[in-house]
């Protein structure tokens, strides 16, 4: 008969580490912050601001770090879309953060080696974002680049989530508001896409089927389409970015559109690309 207390034993082990690993955040205190926050003035409406929010949890955990930087918005008139918009965001960095935790308690790194051994888990998130100004709406259009590191896995991923908001409204611009609803629109991004990625890619992977833009944002000379790891092509490959120039897009744009009406104007995206800091944006 096969002794039982090993088995016990590990876990045992496992259970303490996980409890090592426990997630009751450990913010550091202002003082001990590194100082380089950034403030961006957006729109001169409600004079809005937008602050790169810097958050640190976990610092002193020896196997857990975590490290974001968000957009939050600012003003001296009060504004409850701004506060809608601000908790949106929070949200989506919050879910990225249980995920990340998810991940750790799915695929870390088990007690095969001695704890003293045991790497680190890292999740780090930043941030790029454009502002547009269309017939009194403010829209942004926000990136926010995630990188993660599970112990015990043999790369890191990365992934991105983005979110395009007209402040004036509340609400979310989806990719069916910008386009002639009588229109391929997702057969014409499509075919653009496929063509740049010829230029990079072998025709094998050049046949993989991309069916999901949900990753797109407003840049101020083009829609940005940002496939995730393994969305269009192998994991080493990796992410993939194609610019989309507004005016291979004309055709489709719907003229009634917050975008159409936005590029009517001079001005209308800032030339300025708003970025957190510390991750290296393309």
């Not at 968000?70 to 918009?85: A, G, K, W």
């Not at 990225?96 to 003293?116: C, H, L, M, V, W």
């Not at 910008?178 to 499509?190: A, H, I, P």
């Not at 940002?226 to 192998?234: K, M, V, Y």
Request: aromatic content about 10%; hydrophobic content about 35%.
């Amino acid at each position: 008969m096969r002794s039982f207390f090993p088995s016990f034993l590990c876990a045992i082990w496992i259970g303490c580490f996980l409890s090592s690993v426990s997630f009751a955040e450990d913010i550091l205190a202002d003082d001990q912050k590194p100082d380089f926050t950034q403030v961006y003035h957006v729109f001169d409406k409600d004079d809005v601001d937008m602050i790169a929010t810097v958050t640190y949890l976990y610092e002193d955990h020896p196997k857990l770090s975590v490290k974001s930087v968000y957009p939050q918005l600012e003003s001296d008139i009060e504004n409850d879309n701004i506060t809608q918009f601000n908790s949106l965001v929070k949200e989506v960095v919050d879910n990225e953060i249980d995920d990340f935790k998810n991940r750790i308690e799915q695929y870390g790194e088990t007690p095969k080696k001695s704890a003293k051994k045991l790497r680190k888990n890292t999740l780090t998130i930043d941030f790029s974002a454009s502002g547009l100004t269309s017939n009194n709406n403010q829209i942004l259009s926000i990136r926010l680049t995630i990188q993660g590191y599970i112990a015990g896995i043999a790369h890191p991923y990365h992934k991105y989530a983005v979110i395009n908001y007209n402040l004036s409204t509340n609400q979310k611009i989806e990719l069916t508001d910008l386009f002639n609803s009588d229109t391929e629109y997702l057969s014409l991004l499509s075919q653009y896409i496929q063509e740049q990625r010829h230029n990079h890619f072998s025709s094998q992977l050049m046949q993989r089927e991309i069916e999901d833009y949900k990753n797109w944002n407003l840049k101020p000379n083009g829609l940005f389409i940002t496939l995730d790891e393994d969305q269009a092509s192998s994991h080493l490959d990796g992410t993939q970015n194609i610019l989309i120039p507004y005016s291979h897009l004309k055709p489709i744009i719907s003229s009634h559109s917050l975008l159409a009406k936005c590029l009517k104007r001079k001005n209308c995206v800032q030339k300025n690309l708003l970025t957190g800091g510390f991750i290296d944006e393309l």
